[in-house]
């Protein structure tokens, strides 16, 4: 049933965690874009029906929609954001077939990407839709599932766990998250009272610290934006390979990548500007929720996180060991649960305009958002085509130009980049730098220098 008209209409107050996201400007429209990589060729009719059976038509127990936010639309009523029912919701509208020619490489696929990333959804219709984009790689159809939500839908984390749980043909067991302790197992806010006792305890220092952190001016922030939105994205890289890195280095999967990442950057600089900074900030958003793999709730429940990488180290093994020390102060610290507390009943208890500046301003302490997680281990079945690869970019906030998403599935790590075209013109170099980076790691750690891709990656179209 491709089209829903609801027995009534009806208006639901926004969650105050929902509001609190609710942005959207001509520089960032405020959605988390995903995509999914499938061998074959899409049908519309497929993925509508299964979209509106485990999606939009979904209840509860109860009888309840279990995602009633899908078939409502944002409005601000009184200086207070709710949800109101779309009353000819079309689900032709939210679920269809990309429009344009289809690409012929790697590179169109990019283009249209970013164009798509670059625009945002009327506010009268539900903020979410599926694109399914088609192409051909040696002579065989595949096809891009590309997945945008509105940051006021539901956090990452929350979007990514109700798309496995609903739409993977697959087992729980096989979709469950990998065993490698993630960063919510030390910030559940109920289950480590020495950590709530630190919140309490440098509260105050931590408010002073967020307060009077400074606007990070360099030349990846501090450009006006254009609103263009460029994107980018490696191919994947056998996560064998980052382990045998984190072994030699006596660390994570995590501090890897992260020190990774600070090499390419610490190689932008010096390759396009005069003056390398000491570091740049990036901001991490961190789940806070209870372990739990089958809660498909869409809500927003994460914390920040702020991580300096540092850009002033000798090498590479100076930079891993500086990244592996920040990332474990951060761990041990009450920061996630200050910044969730000061969020969730500080800034989301002022008035729209007030939490909005406050949350900018917030944000602009940092250079970046980076989207660092551990995905599915087991490939994914979805509408009965397994998942090549997927990849999730976090929405950048006020004047934060630049996105980048970690995300490891199947084995394999993919790394992508969302770039505001006033920052750089031609972002694929960044993912080049991390390539080297990653091979100037293997070197000084003593690793085999080769990186090891999939032969087969339907990144390369």
């Known amino acids: 049933m491709n089209r829903l008209r609801h027995r009534s209409s009806h208006v639901e107050v926004m969650s105050l965690m929902d ?21 074959g060729t899409p049908s519309n ?9 485990r999606m939009v038509s979904a209840r509860d127990l109860n009888g309840q929609l279990r995602y009633p936010k899908l078939t409502m639309m944002p ?19 939210t679920c269809h077939k990309y429009e344009g020619e289809m690409p012929k490489n790697n590179q169109e696929l990019e283009v249209i990407i970013g164009k798509l990333c670059s625009s945002g959804i009327p506010h009268t219709e539900p903020q979410w839709e599926f694109i399914l984009i088609p192409f051909t790689y040696n002579g065989e159809p595949e096809y891009v599932c590309m997945v945008r939500m509105h940051h006021a839908i539901g956090d990452g984390v929350s979007i990514v766990r109700m798309l496995i749980n609903n739409f993977s043909d697959q087992s729980k067991k096989q979709v469950s998250a990998p065993k490698e302790k993630v960063a919510k197992e030390k910030f559940a806010t109920k289950r480590n009272i020495m950590i709530a006792l630190k919140a309490v305890l440098t509260a105050p220092m931590n408010a002073c610290d967020r307060i009077f952190t400074l606007y990070q001016k360099n030349a ?54 005069s003056a390398t ?22 809500d927003n429940m994460f914390s920040l996180v702020f991580l300096q990488l540092p850009l002033g180290e000798a090498g590479a093994r100076e930079t891993t060991v500086e990244v592996k020390r920040r990332m474990d102060a951060i761990k041990n610290s009450a920061e996630p649960l200050l910044n969730f507390l000061s969020i969730k009943f500080l800034l989301s208890r002022l008035p729209s305009y007030l939490g909005s500046l406050a949350i900018d301003l917030m944000c602009d302490q940092s250079t970046v958002v980076v989207s660092n997680v551990p995905g599915p281990k087991d490939p994914l079945i979805m509408n009965d085509d397994e998942v090549q690869k997927a990849i999730f970019w976090p929405p950048n906030r006020s004047d934060v130009g630049m996105s980048v998403s970690l995300l490891s ?48 990656d339907s990144s390369d179209c």
């Not at 006006?224 to 994107?231: F, M, P, R, Y």
């Open 19 to 39: 509001a609190l996201w609710y942005q959207t400007t001509s520089r960032n429209p405020g959605l988390i874009n995903g995509l999914f990589w499938f061998k």
């Open 75 to 93: 409005m601000c009523v009184w200086h207070r954001y709710v949800w109101v029912d779309c009353e000819d919701f079309d689900l032709n509208k």
């Open 220 to 273: 990846l922030h501090g450009p006006k934006l254009s609103g263009h939105q460029l994107a980018t994205w490696s191919r994947t890289i056998d996560l064998d390979f980052i382990k045998k890195l984190k072994d030699a280095a006596g660390c994570t999967v995590n501090d890897i990548l992260m020190a990774s990442l600070a090499l390419t950057f610490k190689a932008y600089f010096k390759q396009n500007c």
């Open 277 to 298: 900074p000491e570091g740049i900030r990036c901001s991490i958003p961190v789940d806070v929720r209870r372990p739990d793999p089958n809660d498909t709730t869409l």
């Open 45 to 53: 009719k497929k993925w509508r029906n299964i979209v509106n059976e």
């Open 409 to 456: 599935y199947n084995n394999s790590v993919t790394l992508g980049f969302i770039v505001d075209k006033m920052i750089m013109s031609n972002p694929q170099r960044l993912v080049d730098m991390f390539y080297e980076s990653l091979s100037t790691m293997a070197k000084d750690l003593g690793v085999p220098e080769t990186i090891n891709m999939h032969n087969v």
